[in-house]
């Protein structure tokens, strides 16, 4: 059969992949003519095991061609931060980087250089950062960051319950489950993994019951619950905790499973009963902090003990908050509670939802070396002591406030410089008015990137890099799968652009560092190959894996997590001092002062919704991801922006007492800030609480009225007691437009 | 005649719109106005009773096209061999000329224009050129659910059943769209 992609003689197909931090990893048959993308088609592998790609992907063309690309090295003309800049040559925005790393290093010593590194390509070779850390430590050292913004909360939890991050069952699991709880989770939008919405469609049309708590009813509610339970954004732990008393005053918990695989069961039974506090957690506790009915929350936890095998799916966004930790703690403990962790079909909670099968966090990378700057630090592999981490690295999110105040701010150091690549933390990070103050400081900042984002605008020196479709490397999706997957270099690359690899091998030699090897691409792909030991023993024909660009890894089951520890417990301890899901972790008791407690518990925090803040700021904000971007990438490519306006989401109880109609434009605003955006009045969300997708451009006005309607312009550059970056407890007002 | 249609299920559509960027790739059509696959919304009750769906609206190549009979210049034909309902650009006269006849009289708002004046009408075409070489539509590989099908009319029917009904839909008895559905129910 002719197939229509191969009618012009003139195109090739090249077999790709993104690297987006986006959850998903497709496989992309690009086109490609003249060097340039003129169509993209998905996977080809027999039905049903496509592994469809998204909008976002759809729409990857107009992303690698957009008009707006930066094409060559720029120089800032203007006043810091105003977005004026003239073209330079490599050489010339070499030498100004190399020549300011010089003089920092000399004057202020390594630890005032930064070095920002993140989530924008993830990848093997070219992940971000990768080459510029192996750089900077060959150069003496330099201060980075710790943590990532998305995720913190959850590492925590899984660590202090399971002392493992692989938390997840392969998505297919879910067909097994007959009750699955959507616990803040909405991959419909999120993705969470290529399929992942269409596994649970199939679960679905399978018979499972779905229920999904969230504050909005988002799309993956609106198609696959059967119930929507809307709940006020921080308060998901104590509606778990008031669940739990439900099921240990009926006896409805797996008392068995509780004996035989975890410790401190007691000490949280006597938390929710009360006997610790003299408050017993009751229903009605939880409902007056939740806006969750009383009854509602007994039925719940009565559906979900008495349903086997049932899945909890908590996720990462309700612990991207103040506590947010006792979240992810919490729902693995229900799942401990009802049987379910270790159980095909049920799930261990942790929010993490990672396989240990060709997962991400075991990708091969360039060898980056010792950071000398680090090195008196402490151990911090596996502390759950979160102040350790900050002695010699700065909190994600508080990299700016870091800048700003320094040593004298208890920060590790007084930076004075900063080099920047995959990330746009002035817009992806709390307080985006705060970061625009801190970049100004600065005496120096380079930047490499692919558009004039928000945070580029304050560079000094903008080197232009290449896209994914310019590069070669090996990918993996984020949390499951299980396959790896080869990108093939489909463009040269297009006009000035080099990739980070590159512009680092060049720095080297200006810095006069002999030993920063300088292979080619090839070279680099082949030795990673060579050196990762789980792409070797499943792929043994690398070129093979190279043409088809995907490995599949067949499973004969779906992965269940901790099904070892489950079935055989004798031989197969948890990773956790004590050998058991430590719903008691001693490790965390042992630490002084610490801030989170040793069991699950809500706690208030600053900006919950019961804060005298409140007064002043009635509503609560939640920032969740956008679905026609990734974050903050693919911001600009109009295909992805006419499928849905930026809008804050808000009742028509909350719209109506401010007077606000459907469709105006409205300010958003706190002390931290204003933006200006439009309204969608709408019942899928709760009332009392509005929600702004993350990623819109941060774009300030002459009366600093950020009109890109970036979501951080109004959150919280703090951190939870595990390191949970705190961007969904945010107190607000909103108005309508100021009429001058 | 081989009259080809869609199917859609309704009580799968995240409205991702996948399908509608897949569409403006494939057949290469800026941002803008002219949306050959549209995703239409509703949304009803209180929360949390709140009921919420979407509508795939391509063209959906009716058996007596009324788009075809409106249009002054005979750009507009439907396809003896499959019943596509296809506009010959190079007959369109563009939108300046005839006050977008073959829009107004279509029932479901296929026919779609750009923003230019006198612009021609764009609009689905089943993907003709990939249906000719044996291969599914774009919007159809696209689905990252599996929402849609497209095909021969009557195959379509023996695979989904024959309901021609959705939330957000009417079907027009006198130009009888080429689609069946697996509707969302409104209540549970």
């Not at chain 1, 993308?37 to 790609?53: S, Y």
């Not at chain 1, 009635?618 to 693919?634: A, Y």
């Not at chain 2, 009803?44 to 709140?50: A, L, N, Q, S």
Request: charged share 25%.
């Amino acid at each position: 059969m002719p197939k229509s992609s191969a009618a012009d003689q003139n195109v090739r197909i090249v077999r790709a992949t993104s690297a987006f931090d986006c959850g998903g990893r497709c496989p992309l048959r690009l086109h490609i003519k003249n060097n340039v993308i003129v169509r993209v088609e998905g996977d080809d592998a027999e039905e049903p095991h496509q592994l469809r790609t998204c909008l976002r992907c759809r729409a990857y063309r107009q992303y690698i061609h957009h008009p707006e690309r930066l094409m060559y090295p720029q120089k800032r003309v203007g006043r810091r931060g105003d977005g004026q800049f003239e073209r330079i040559s490599w050489d010339e925005a070499l030498e100004t980087l190399a020549n300011q790393l010089k003089r920092v290093k000399k004057i202020y010593g390594n630890g005032a250089i930064l070095l920002m590194t993140g989530g924008g390509y993830l990848a093997s070779l070219h992940r971000g950062g990768a080459a510029a850390q192996r750089l900077l430590n060959m150069f003496g050292g330099y201060v980075t960051h710790y943590g990532n913004i998305s995720s913190e909360g959850a590492v925590w939890a899984s660590l202090t319950q399971y002392g493992s991050v692989m938390v997840g069952h392969s998505r297919e699991d879910m067909l097994n489950s007959r009750l699955i709880l959507l616990w803040g989770w909405d991959p419909a939008r999120m993705i969470s993994g290529t399929n992942t919405m269409y596994h649970l469609i199939r679960a679905k049309e399978n018979g499972a019951r779905v229920i999904a708590v969230d504050p909005r009813y988002h799309d993956t509610a609106a198609v696959v619950a059967d119930q929507w339970v809307p709940i006020r954004p921080g308060t998901d732990t104590a509606v778990m905790v008031a669940m739990a008393n439900v099921m240990i005053r009926e006896k409805l918990q797996d008392q068995a499973f509780l004996d035989r695989y975890t410790v401190g069961f007691d000490r949280f039974k006597s938390y929710v009963l009360g006997e610790e506090d003299g408050m017993e957690k009751t229903p009605g506790w939880a409902a007056a902090i939740s806006d969750v009915p009383a009854d509602t929350i007994v039925r719940l936890a009565r559906e979900y003990a008495t349903t086997r095998p049932a899945a909890l799916m908590d996720c990462q966004g309700p612990a991207r908050s103040a506590m947010g930790e006792q979240y992810n703690r919490c729902a693995a403990t229900l799942c401990a509670m009802t049987g379910n962790v270790g159980r095909p079909g049920g799930s261990a909670g942790g929010g993490l939802m990672g396989i240990p099968v060709a997962h991400m966090f075991r990708s091969p990378g360039i060898p980056a070396g010792k950071n000398p700057f680090e090195l008196e630090g402490p151990k911090v592999k596996g502390t759950l002591d979160i102040r350790e981490r900050v002695i010699k690295r700065i909190h994600i999110n508080t990299l700016f406030d870091a800048i700003l105040k320094g040593k004298k701010g208890g920060y590790p150091s007084d930076i004075r410089m900063a080099w920047s690549m995959c990330n746009n933390y002035l817009n992806q990070t709390g307080n985006s008015n705060k970061a625009a103050k801190a970049l100004q400081s600065l005496e120096f900042f380079a930047t490499q990137e692919l558009f004039m984002t928000p945070q580029a605008r304050y560079a000094d020196i903008l080197l232009p890099v290449t896209s994914t479709a310019e590069r070669s490397d090996l990918m993996r999706p984020w949390p499951s799968g299980p396959y790896f997957m080869f990108s093939n270099r489909a463009l040269e690359p297009l006009g000035e652009c080099k990739d980070d690899l590159e512009i680092a091998t060049e720095l080297a030699a200006r810095l006069d560092i002999k030993d920063f090897e300088t292979h080619s691409e090839e070279d680099w792909l082949q030795r990673l190959y060579e050196n990762s030991t789980d792409l070797k023993r499943h792929i043994r024909d690398f070129d093979r894996f190279r043409q088809e660009g995907i490995h599949r890894i067949e499973l004969e089951t779906p992965v269940v997590a901790f099904r070892k520890q489950i079935e055989d417990p004798e031989n197969h301890p948890f990773d956790t001092p004590s050998g058991k899901i430590e719903i008691y972790s001693q490790r965390v008791a042992d630490i002084v002062d610490g801030l989170c407690p040793p069991i699950p518990k809500y706690l208030p925090t600053s900006e919950d919704r019961n804060d005298p803040l409140s007064r002043k700021y009635p509503l609560q904000l939640i920032t969740p991801h956008p679905r026609n971007r990734v974050h903050s990438e693919m911001y600009k490519v109009e295909w992805l922006r006419e499928t849905e306006p930026h809008r804050v989401w808000i009742n028509p109880v909350d719209a109506a007492a401010r007077g606000i109609t459907d469709g105006e434009e409205v300010q958003v605003f706190n002390d931290r800030g204003t933006i200006a955006i439009i309204a969608w009045v709408t019942e899928r969300i709760i009332p009392g609480v509005v929600s702004v997708t993350e990623g819109a451009w941060y774009a300030p006005d002459a009366d600093g009225i950020d009109r890109g309607g970036c979501a951080n312009t109004l959150t919280r550059d703090a951190y939870s007691g595990g390191g949970a970056a705190v961007l969904n407890t945010s107190l607000v007002e909103v108005r309508r437009r100021e009429r001058s | 005649m081989n009259q080809f249609g869609f199917y859609f299920d309704q009580t799968r559509c995240t409205g991702c719109s996948a399908c509608r960027v897949a569409c403006k790739d494939w057949n290469d059509i800026p941002a803008g106005p002219e949306n050959w696959m549209r995703i239409n919304y509703t949304e009803k009750g209180k929360c949390p009773d709140v009921f919420v769906s979407y509508l795939a609206a391509p063209c959906w190549h009716c058996e007596d096209p009324l788009c075809a009979a409106a249009c002054p210049f005979g750009a507009i034909h439907k396809r003896e061999e499959d019943g596509i309902v296809f506009i010959d650009r190079d007959r369109c006269v563009g939108n300046a000329a005839c006050e977008e006849k073959c829009r107004k009289a279509c029932p479901y708002n296929a026919p779609q224009f750009g923003p230019e004046p006198g612009a021609k009408m764009g609009k689905c075409n089943l993907c003709l050129d990939r249906i000719q070489a044996g291969e599914k539509p774009i919007c159809v590989e696209a689905c990252p659910v599996r929402a849609l099908d497209a095909g021969p009319l009557e195959t379509l029917e023996k695979q989904y059943g024959q309901t021609r009904t959705a939330v957000g839909f009417t079907y027009a008895r006198r130009v009888k769209p080429a689609v069946v559905f697996k509707p969302k129910p409104t209540s549970p």
